[in-house]
C-alpha cells in the first residue's frame, strides 16, 4: 500500500519558518517525481514545488527565493523548507508523488500551514 505522511506543519507568525517533510512507503523512491501542492481556501489545489530523482526543480514563482524542495532518497523522504513566511502562505500542503513508468499519481493526506499575527 502507497502511503504519503507529512509532517511539520503548524502556526507561524510572518516572516517565520517551518520544514515540512513527506515520508513515502509503498512506492519505489527514484522512480518516482516528488513534490508538494498546496489548496487555500476557496481556491484550486496548485504546485508549489517539485523534485526530479536527478535533482532538477520546480517553483511555481510566488515562492521562488523563499521555499527550497530537497529529497532524501535513502529516507524516501522529501522536504520543503519554507522560509520568510506569509499570510497568502496558508493553506493545507499535499505530498504528491508521480511514478514516471508506469504512470502512476499518489496523495498525501494533507497538512495545515496557518500564517497570522
Known amino acids: 500500500q502507497v502511503q504519503l505522511v507529512e509532517s511539520g506543519g503548524g502556526v507561524v507568525q510572518p516572516g517565520g519558518s517551518l520544514r515540512l517533510s513527506c515520508a513515502a512507503s509503498g512506492i519505489i523512491f527514484s522512480r518516482n517525481v516528488m513534490g508538494w501542492y498546496r489548496q487555500a481556501p476557496d481556491k484550486q489545489r496548485a504546485p508549489v514545488a517539485s523534485i526530479t530523482n536527478g535533482g532538477a526543480t520546480y517553483y511555481t514563482d510566488s515562492v521562488k527565493g523563499r521555499f527550497t524542495i530537497s529529497r532524501d532518497n535513502a529516507k524516501n523522504t522529501v522536504y520543503l523548507q519554507m522560509n520568510s513566511l506569509k499570510p497568502e502562505d496558508t493553506a493545507v500542503y499535499y505530498c504528491?508523488?508521480?511514478?514516471?513508468?508506469?504512470?502512476?499519481?499518489?496523495w498525501g493526506q494533507g497538512i495545515q500551514v496557518t500564517v497570522s499575527s
Open positions: 504528491n508523488a508521480k511514478q514516471i513508468e508506469p504512470f502512476l499519481d499518489y
